[in-house]
């Protein structure tokens, strides 16, 4: 356990030095091929299948850095994608040719949303609907998707599928509307069914969950340095405004939170370990994505708040934090589903 520690330590400062030298809201173009060349893409994969075998702790170890730094590469949703394949029914050849293709380059995208209509026909022949909340529709070639009791994975390129970008107050990412008409079923690459597809399906969401906590987790604490650094260099009354104690007490408050989020993601990818299927583990990501969002958010509108009037400024990063903050809220199944849902299962003992 030490070393897998000391591992994911060496990771993730290497992350964050990459990330510090693309700068604040590094833009897609640039930060994706990086992504491809350094091989993240590779860490959750097995040894057996040529990756690294970090899991999901070194997804999250990386989505941290990468929310640190709130770039715009569509790391979370290529993580699903690829995951999706590793734990796949496809045989073992074509698994192979496909993470080759997915894991050097080519973009195969995920929706990070429940939003969604999708469904199957009658006659089991096609499928059509629409997904919400689809990143980097326009530079993927592939498209992971999940309806009843089917992962599939379909091709961008073909009739019948359209999209559209969806605008949001959240500039440092990019995501689309993806409509389907009518696809032909039997033209899909079929990623597993019935039982072992409702399984994939858990552990997906799961992984989105625990993603989207890590990089609200890591985008909290980037401002929450760069409110630090303000308070330390800028002067009211002749003295830097770290020497005010009601200051000092409210940067203490918002790093506690922020701590607090880091400890439940931690013991949250402890209990779950590699197995990310069973309704235990959804319980405690869902646990997860609701606290750390949850306190991104409140952090953000303190260090609003701490940078004065500079800070209300909708020029200064201030505001892409806090837009990202609000926007991972309402990612995965929703702010006020996650709550129903835990006090549903709470209440049921």
């Not at 006659?123 to 992971?144: C, H, I, R, Y």
């Not at 200051?247 to 590699?274: F, V, Y």
């Amino acid at each position: 356990m030490s070393e897998m520690n000391e591992y994911l330590n060496e990771l993730s400062a290497s992350a964050r030095q990459v990330m510090d030298g693309e700068g604040t809201a590094a833009p897609e173009q640039t930060l994706w091929p990086l992504t491809v060349e350094l091989g993240w893409l590779l860490t959750a994969v097995p040894e057996a299948l040529d990756g690294l075998g970090l899991g999901v702790q070194g997804a999250c170890a990386l989505q941290t850095e990468l929310g640190r730094g709130l770039g715009q590469a569509p790391f979370l949703a290529a993580s699903l994608a690829v995951d999706a394949l590793v734990h796949s029914d496809l045989n073992a050849d074509t698994k192979a040719e496909m993470l080759g293709r997915f894991t050097t380059g080519e973009l195969a995208t995920a929706p990070l949303a429940d939003v969604s209509d999708l469904a199957i026909s009658e006659d089991q022949s096609t499928l059509g609907g629409t997904l919400s909340a689809v990143p980097s529709v326009d530079n993927a070639t592939e498209l992971l998707l999940w309806v009843a009791d089917r992962v599939l994975l379909i091709s961008l390129d073909q009739p019948g599928v359209a999209w559209r970008a969806r605008t949001t107050w959240d500039t440092t990412r990019r995501l689309f509307d993806v409509t389907l008409h009518d696809l032909p079923m039997a033209q899909q690459t079929l990623l597993a069914q019935g039982e072992s597809a409702r399984a994939l399906i858990a552990r997906l969401e799961v992984q989105r969950d625990l993603g989207l906590a890590a990089d609200a987790i890591g985008a909290a604490g980037g401002l929450l340095d760069l409110t630090i650094e303000h308070l330390q260099t800028r002067e009211q009354f002749g003295r830097p405004l770290a020497l005010f104690q009601a200051l000092k007490h409210r940067c203490a408050d918002i790093k506690t939170l922020l701590a607090a989020a880091e400890a439940l993601l931690a013991d949250s990818l402890t209990l779950i370990g590699d197995d990310l299927s069973t309704p235990q583990a959804q319980l405690q990501a869902k646990k997860t994505k609701l606290i750390a969002c949850d306190h991104f958010a409140t952090l953000a509108e303190e260090a609003l708040q701490l940078h004065g009037g500079i800070g209300m400024a909708s020029e200064h990063n201030c505001h892409l934090f806090l837009k990202r903050a609000m926007l991972n809220e309402h990612l995965g199944s929703g702010d006020g589903d996650y709550r129903l849902d835990i006090a549903e299962r709470f209440l049921a003992g």
